[in-house]
């Protein structure tokens, strides 16, 4: 044991490979699947509403393992729950792929979820763990190129699959990255004392089920909220108060029992509680863009999937220039100046964005992604490096996993939030703009007659009138629904800067070091 720990203390990086490849298979698993959900609807018989299940149940199941991430470590070790989950998550892959019904894919995907819910925050803690706090840039850089370029490719390489192969694809390329993933980390991760197997841990099953009923609730309401008029439904309500009563005795018996599912107690510590808070509000902005920019393009601007994409590239691009560049320059520049010029580039480009218009170019779509997607290389990676700077290693787990968790429910409650706002701001634009449509509006008018004259060789004049009426309607709905992802994205924008003045009070981890 002692000659692997020197071995691996050596070679830091050996560690990147098994939890790049897992990372990356369970942040890609979380997009690749949704450009797809049409085509499984169509195999399975459902509705498109039935089919977001597939989606939900998924979320649900991840987001419980995420924050017992530590309790499991210490039942099994951390090294035996990482190889078993990535087993797990493999193996439901596969089911996945040969689900056929509806019900079978459900319960697929939910034991895809629990095997990869504690993927992602071992993954980053054992990294953390192996980097000397000084070489924990370059290494979460590394890490960082594989969380932001997941999600991108994700679309994209669904679209592809599914129209060149068929949607069980998209779940079967898992298997062999799985396969090599375990190998890889049997051969190069190990354990540290504090990280393996423990004796006599308790079970802390009232938090369990606590936890479980919370997250369930929760994840249920942001997900259908929307649809059901939120709190005009009534099993809205039931569920919202569920999720709140859930919550708060979940955190009460995680505070008064010594022997609980998680350690609270790392919120104590400034740098963490600051640094993931500036955390929830960039996953927030992050998914909630993700999800509102391919609706513009397809619904408004009739780009195909594949193509809206690609559209999405340059912020896959701008990200790995500046994660490259975050990389060389984190051991130069304050860590915080980093995460502030990042904010900065984030809060620019959504606000470009809100330049939007229905005859804007594909150039000018890119540019202000590729400067979005420099602002998450700039900022992402100092910001995890600065949040966990001050915790020690054996906390290291827990706090991952907490933190992941927090970071999935700002992402689900910023996708959530946009939607709604999207729905309702259309609806508030079109009211203001149907306000000018008048016969005594002289635009209108000659708008709607110069619509109708284009009918006029087809159909009759009465006809003509009404399709040029429909017509002008129609561009009405398309200007109020621009008007609404514009108010989407510059929210976006103030967002990136209100959470700017956080950073200074943040600790620099190059000065603690130095002192």
């Known amino acids: 044991m002692t000659e692997n720990i020197e071995e691996q203390n050596r070679n830091p990086w050996l560690a990147c490979m098994p939890t790049m490849a897992a990372a990356f298979m369970f942040v890609l698993d979380e997009t690749i699947a949704n450009v797809a959900l049409p085509h499984m609807a169509g195999s399975f018989s459902v509705s498109r509403e039935e089919s977001m299940w597939i989606l939900t149940f998924y979320l649900i199941a991840s987001g419980i393992v995420i924050p017992m991430v530590g309790w499991f470590s210490k039942v099994l070790g951390r090294k035996n729950f990482f190889m078993l989950s990535i087993i797990l998550f493999t193996v439901a892959s596969g089911l996945c792929g040969i689900s056929e019904n509806l019900e079978t894919m459900i319960f697929a995907r939910i034991l895809q979820g629990i095997g990869g819910g504690g993927l992602l925050p071992i993954s980053q803690a054992i990294l953390l763990e192996n980097f000397k706090p000084q070489d924990r840039g370059k290494a979460m850089a590394m890490f960082g190129l594989v969380i932001v370029m997941a999600p991108i490719i994700g679309p994209v390489l669904g679209g592809w699959i599914t129209e060149n192969w068929s ?97 609270l107690s790392v919120f104590k510590d400034k740098n963490f509680l600051i640094g993931t808070l500036v955390q929830i509000v960039m996953q ?27 559209s999405m590239m340059p912020r896959g691009l701008g990200a790995l220039l500046a994660m490259v560049l975050c990389a060389t320059l984190a051991n130069l520049i304050d860590n915080r100046v980093l995460v502030m010029i990042g904010l900065g580039c984030i809060a620019t480009g959504s606000w470009m964005l809100g330049g939007l218009n229905l005859q804007i170019s594909t150039m000018n779509i890119g540019f202000p992604n590729f400067l979005f997607g420099v602002g998450l290389g700039l900022a992402m990676i100092p910001i995890i490096t600065l949040s966990v700077a001050t915790i020690r290693n054996d906390q290291m787990t827990n706090a991952s996993g907490l933190q992941n968790l927090l970071k999935n429910i700002g992402g689900a409650f910023g996708t959530s939030i946009v939607a709604t706002l999207l729905s309702r ?14 016969d005594t509006a002289q635009t209108y008018t000659e708008r709607v007659q110069a619509y109708g004259s284009m009918f006029m060789t087809t159909v009759d004049p009465h006809t003509a009138a009404y399709m040029g009426q429909h017509t002008a309607y129609n561009l009405l709905m398309q200007q109020a629904n621009l008007s609404a992802f514009i108010d989407a994205f510059r929210i976006f924008a103030i967002a990136g800067v209100v959470i700017i003045p956080l950073i200074l009070l943040l600790k620099n981890i190059k000065t603690e070091s130095e002192a």
Not at 304 to 310: E, M, Q, T
Not at 425 to 438: D, N, R, V
Request: include cysteine; charge should be positive; glycine fraction near 6%.
């Open 167 to 263: 949607w069980p694809f998209i779940y079967f390329i898992n298997i062999p990255i799985g396969i090599l993933t375990v190998f890889l980390a049997k051969s190069l991760i190990y354990d540290p004392p504090y990280a393996q197997k423990q004796k006599g841990v308790k079970t802390d099953a009232f938090g369990f089920f606590m936890l479980s009923i919370w997250l369930l609730t929760l994840q249920i309401v942001l997900d259908k909220g929307n649809n059901a008029d939120w709190f005009n439904a009534p099993w809205i309500c039931w569920l919202s108060a569920l999720s709140c009563l859930t919550g708060i005795a979940f955190l009460v018996s995680q505070i008064r029992n010594k022997d609980s599912l998680v350690d």
């Open 425 to 438: 701001g259309a609806q508030k634009h079109q009211f203001m703009l149907i306000q000018h449509l008048t």
């Open 284 to 310: 927030a902005v992050l998914l909630a863009s993700l999800a509102i920019l391919p609706q513009f393009l397809q619904s408004l601007m009739g780009y195909d999937a594949y193509k809206s994409g690609l």
